[in-house]
C-alpha cells in the first residue's frame, strides 16, 4: 500500500475427516433368515408350504417380514430389497447428522469469529480464544506451535473441570 496502510483479511480453514460415501451391501453373515407358513387366504397351499419368510439383521436388530408372494425365493428377495432400502435411509440420516454437525463447527468466516491473529510487522500471534499472545512469529509459521497448543490444552482441561463441579453441585 503506497499509503503505508495495513490491510486485514480473514481466512477459515476447517481440517475434517474425509465424508464417506453413502453405500450399503448387505452381508449375508449378518442376517438371519426364517422361514414359516403365511397366514390368510390362500387354502390348502398355504397349509403346506413355508413361503413366508422374517430377515433379521443381527447389527441393527431390524426385521422385514414378507409373504406377499407364492415363492419362498420371491419373498426373499422382496424381503432383502426392503430390508436394504430401510437400512440406507437409516445410514443416510447418520450421514446427514454428521454433515450438519461439521457445517456447525465450520462458522461463516465472519470477523467477530476470528480464533487467532497472525500480524507480521509486530512479529505477534494472538490466539483470541485465551488470550495468548506469543512473540517469534517465523517459529509459529514453521509449525512449532507447542507453546499454543498447551495454552488451549490447558483451557479444555479447566473447563472440563468446571462442567464437573457445577454438575456435583447439583
Do not use: W
Not at 147 to 154: P, S, V, Y
Amino acid at each position: 500500500e503506497t499509503q503505508g496502510r495495513i490491510h486485514t483479511s480473514t481466512a477459515t480453514v476447517a481440517v475434517m475427516p474425509q465424508a464417506e460415501e453413502v453405500d450399503f451391501a448387505l452381508d449375508m453373515k449378518d442376517l438371519r433368515i426364517d422361514t414359516f407358513r403365511s397366514s390368510g387366504a390362500g387354502g390348502q397351499h398355504i397349509n403346506k408350504t413355508s413361503s413366508a419368510i422374517r430377515v433379521t439383521h443381527l447389527p441393527t436388530g431390524m426385521v422385514v417380514e414378507c409373504q406377499n408372494e407364492r415363492s419362498q425365493f420371491q419373498n426373499k428377495d422382496k424381503a432383502l430389497e426392503i430390508l436394504r432400502s430401510r437400512l440406507l435411509a437409516q445410514k443416510q440420516e447418520q450421514q446427514d447428522a454428521i454433515n450438519a454437525n461439521r457445517q456447525g463447527q465450520v462458522g461463516t468466516g465472519d470477523r467477530s469469529e476470528k480464533i487467532r491473529t497472525y500480524n507480521f510487522p509486530q512479529d505477534r500471534c494472538t490466539d483470541h480464544r485465551i488470550g495468548l499472545t506469543v512473540h517469534n512469529l517465523d517459529k509459529i509459521m514453521d509449525g512449532n506451535l507447542d507453546e499454543i497448543i498447551d495454552a488451549l490444552a490447558m483451557r479444555e482441561q479447566a473447563e472440563k473441570l468446571r462442567q464437573l463441579d457445577t454438575q456435583s453441585d447439583r
